[in-house]
């Protein structure tokens, strides 16, 4: 017991009282017979209570609690000492010996009993007391530690600094835990210790039920006192698991912290202060994006409509976030993305020390591992991705469970599969985020509601241009508006005065060096009328006559593609079922936002007019251009003219536009002169003649086109010409003619001239919804030269001549909706080069040729909604080795299931029915 009061150790009164009482006693208990069973029980107490001493003396020392708790004991101690001291000198001899033994014998057992007493009571509620004040230290400190918690979160800029705070703060908290531990030899034997660098927070205490099993022993063992032991005891874990709560939160905060507000360029970008018209369409990308099966999402829409704001949206929503559970990264990917450095980016992001790449593989390899080390689930956000990169998104790709990748782009990649089309917003959003952007109310304002509604209108719920034009009006006065509105209905447009607008929608117009035709394709789109549906078959005449030297469709076809996946402009699709090996586009048509058009004008008239190489012009009423009423050299190769109800045709004739190889004309007018002027655009190669009144109209000066040595392509929509057979009109180079809602049959039927002396060389005639058309006129077959004869949806069309079989070199035949139609003549077995055969929702057909097998070269036959084809098919059929395609309804299906056996790659294709009536004017 020496060494216990040795070295300094424990140096305190308490500590030192004991020892020198214990020694004592254990040096006489020996000597002294007399006292001996006294003197055995005062060594066995103070034995028992020795380790204990050591504790108090070691923990008052270490948290300078005041002596005189155990000042009483201590002076007992040393009366004590002195009464051993005593009892060891007694003598039996002398005369007062057994008064003395007598008196000694109960000091002792007093002394032995207020030991005890003080062990089992007063030190009890000592370290009772003592814990409760170290728990209270606690509780204060854990207080502090929220308290700066919730000055971080309010004050984000020193966000960090204050974290600092609250983790040293934290630090002092657990320490005095610690404390608390070791004082608290009743109530807890231990806990676990603190990790000194609390920016991780709380290390596990997993000891702490043992500790609580031996406080709760120990308790037992005391009288009522163990109630309040056991009280203290349950506050100590409760405030225990309530530090832990919060520090757990610190280091969420900690990490959440360092992600969204650190240098890191990989955070989800704070959202704007106003948004309008996005909720349902956040709810649809949730939905799409948390399928089982989406790893891409690729959202798509024109530039300025929201896209990047949406995944923002996407990036803050709780729901998101709680699937997540923080691993969100978002990477701005723009024009010119450098792969290594967005691969450092996130690494940076995540904490991890940024790697130095070697090459962009490696760079990939290196994510792949910080993917898999994050965990899942993860969510990548690629924003602003261009057309040009989109094999970037392939690099990103990885097979993880629950990793998945959101892209924002101008372009709908095509190739994967998950795409969501951002629209413009709806009206009654476009016109809140606009009197916001204005700072007024709707229906409050001086302004009238009539102004407000044209603008509106006028931006067609194009976010950027709502705001900014909102914007320039905001605090102007009422003429200003009015003055903005009249512009407009003048024919001024929004980028005269709106630069940021303009600018914007340019950067929709940055094409890669082998895509910059996509440009010239994009301005030729200005050529057709506002709000007006543009026949896909025009385009793809001007197009293949303007700007591809092989002049074959199909490259004006993929670039449409294109130009619609860049939501450049809209393809509308009306028939759903596949026409696999065959580009049919007769009945598409392509829509374009009003303020695309107004940029494809606006780039096309930077120039003075004769340096212009496409020459836009809208007239009202007869009010020529100034520049149009003195002679006027055009060096443009694409004009388009036109004109309203109040046009009488009346042209000024001072123009010469030899270099035009593009003419547009647009009226709506009954009656409608071609211009004398057009006779000497030699170069001319297509024309494109549409009505856009309600009613056909009559066109004159056809007679014109004979001095046009170049015309190829011609299409005329909604107008009649009762002469234009009966007029000898000479185009030799013509190959393409397209009829569509014409007013015909009476023409076709009073011909008197040999019309294909006229057009020697016509290798295409489309003839579509012209419903006076009862019977195919018998010198439509003499153009021996003949490929392709497309008769579609004439529906009083109720037979074909059999001089059909004629056009030996006709390789396509569609007859599509022409609901009258009864029968194919057999000689059409004559048509061996004939590869495409179209009868779909012919409804009067009730049977097929009988020798249609001699159809040797037949790849496709579409026979769809034949309701009244039921019968066998031809055994012939099965002479028809080059088949591949059958496109029919469920029960058409039927016909083939017994010639199936012949056929090793014929493909039957059931198509769903499809009422489309997307092909109506908007007129």
Partial sequence: MADLASGGVVGAAFGEGFAILHDTVKHVVGQIIMFKS???RLESTLDGVAPMVREIEELSQALNFPVKETQSLVEQMKKGKELVLKCSKIKRRNWNYCVKAYSYSNKLSKLNKAIEKFCQVNLIVQNTRNGLETLTLVS?????????LTEVNQNTGIGLDTLAEVNHNTTIGLETLA???HNTRIGLETLAELNQNTTIGLETLADVNYTTRVGLETLAEVNHNTRIGLETLTEVNENKRALNLVLKHVESQNSNMKKKYGTSSCAVPKLRDYIVGFDLHLKELKRGLLKEEVSVLIVTALGGCGKTTLVKMLGWDEEIIDIYMG???????????????IVQNLFSYNGDECPEFQSDEDAINQLEQLLYQIGQPILLILDDVWPESESLIDKFKCNIPNYKIVVTSRK?????????QLNPLAHEDAMRLFCHSASMQVGSSYILEEDMEKIVRYCGGLPIALEVIGGSLCGQPVEVWQSKVMGWSEGHSIFDSDNEVLARLQKCLDFSADKIILKEYFMDLGSFPEDQRIPATALIDVWTELHESSKNDVHAIANLHELNSRNLASLVMKRKDAEEGSYYYNEEFVTQHDLLRELAIQLSSQKPIIERTRLIVDIRENNLPDWWMKPQLINARLLSISTDEQFSSSWCNNIQAPEVEALILNFRTRNYTLPEFVKNMVKLKV?????????PAELSNFQLLSSLPNLKRIRLEKVSFSSLCNTLVQLRSLKKISLFMCNIGQTFGNSTIQVSDSFPNLMEINIDYCNDLVELPTWLCEFLHLKKLNITNCHKLSELPEEIGKLVNLEELRLRSCTELSELPESTRSLHKLRILDISDCLSIIKLPKHIGELHKLKELHMKECLRLRKQLPSSIIDLKQLRLVVCDE????????FEEFFSNLKVMKAKKDINLNWLSKS
């Fill in 38 to 40: 006294e003197l055995k």
């Fill in 140 to 148: 204060q400190n854990t207080k502090i530690g929220l308290k700066t």
């Fill in 179 to 181: 404390e608390v531990n």
């Fill in 327 to 341: 691993n969100i990264f978002f990477v701005n990917v723009s024009k010119t993305p450098n792969l290594k450095v």
């Fill in 412 to 420: 709908a990649f095509s190739r994967f599969k998950f795409r969501f």
């Fill in 687 to 695: 024309m494109i003649v549409t009505n856009y009144g309600f009613f």
């Fill in 891 to 898: 029960e058409r299906a039927k016909l083939w299931e017994p």
